[in-house]
């Protein structure tokens, strides 16, 4: 099964990362990958963009030498009433936001809370994914939150870089158990390097690898096909228009 789109992607606008968006268009062509989305941390994480950085991506091409390229951002939760750190006439220009915890931006709660805010984040509608949710520095019920995603349609990142990121260790038996739950439930999830440099880009090694031990269905992962991701992101009313700019 091959993984052809990563959707978590940050440049040199998040202010701890090191690609440009040339570089990241450049790898994905030489990585053979058929899509890519730019994530760039929202204006709450220490060093991040201003607003106007996610708002003005409709200059950024919409294709690239075969390779689609979307308009994203990771938001930031910032308070237990789920709470995000862009506002909407910035959210409607996007194709699709992931939300997450980092512990710059909010101290983690305890398991309650820390669940019913990602409960709250799922009734937004310009949330489309849930960031590193097996993260152990912010414990949750699990049970619970997939039971939402599956209500509110979202998506469950499978996040390359949370089997190696240091600051998410011990992220490794909650990502199987939310997968494994995922799949009971019928919530489709979207693997991700959530890279920081080009090299990275498409980075799937750890994820690829819990689908198949998990033995989740093709069916539930978005990865495996450009049309799929799109479909799901048009389904909602995004990526209207995928013909404009095109170099
Ligand atoms: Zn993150
Ligand atoms: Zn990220």
Redesign the pocket.
């Known amino acids: 099964m091959k993984l052809v789109l990563d959707c978590h992607v940050h440049t040199y606008a998040s202010g701890h990362a090191y690609s440009t968006v040339k570089e990241y268009m450049d790898a994905a062509v030489e990585k053979g990958l058929a899509l890519i989305g730019f994530s760039d941390h929202g204006p709450a994480m220490p060093g991040g963009p201003h607003p106007f950085h996610h708002g003005n991506q409709q200059v950024i091409p919409r294709h690239y030498k075969g390779v689609t390229l979307l308009r994203g951002a990771?938001l930031n939760i910032i308070d237990f009433e789920g709470r995000i750190d862009l506002e909407e006439r910035i959210l409607k220009r996007l194709d699709y936001c992931i939300a997450?915890f980092?512990d710059v931006c909010l101290e983690p709660g305890n398991q309650a809370q820390n669940t019913e805010t990602l409960i709250k984040v799922m009734q937004n509608p310009y949330v489309d994914i849930l960031?590193?949710t097996g993260n152990p520095r912010w414990p949750i019920d699990r049970q619970a939150v997939i039971e939402a995603a599956a209500a509110a349609g979202k998506i469950i990142e499978i996040n390359n870089s949370s089997f190696t990121n240091l600051g998410r260790k011990g992220s490794k038996d909650n990502c199987y158990q939310i997968a494994e739950l995922a799949c009971r439930h019928n919530v489709r999830m979207i693997a991700s390097s959530?890279c920081h440099i080009a090299f990275d880009l498409g980075k799937f090694d750890y994820a690829a690898k819990l689908f198949k031990e998990v033995g989740v269905p093709e069916t539930l992962i978005m990865n495996t096909e450009a049309s799929k991701w799109l479909g799901y992101l048009s389904e909602k009313g995004k990526v209207k228009d995928l013909t404009e700019r095109s170099v």
Do not use: F, P, S
């Open positions: 990771e997450g980092h960031a590193h959530d």
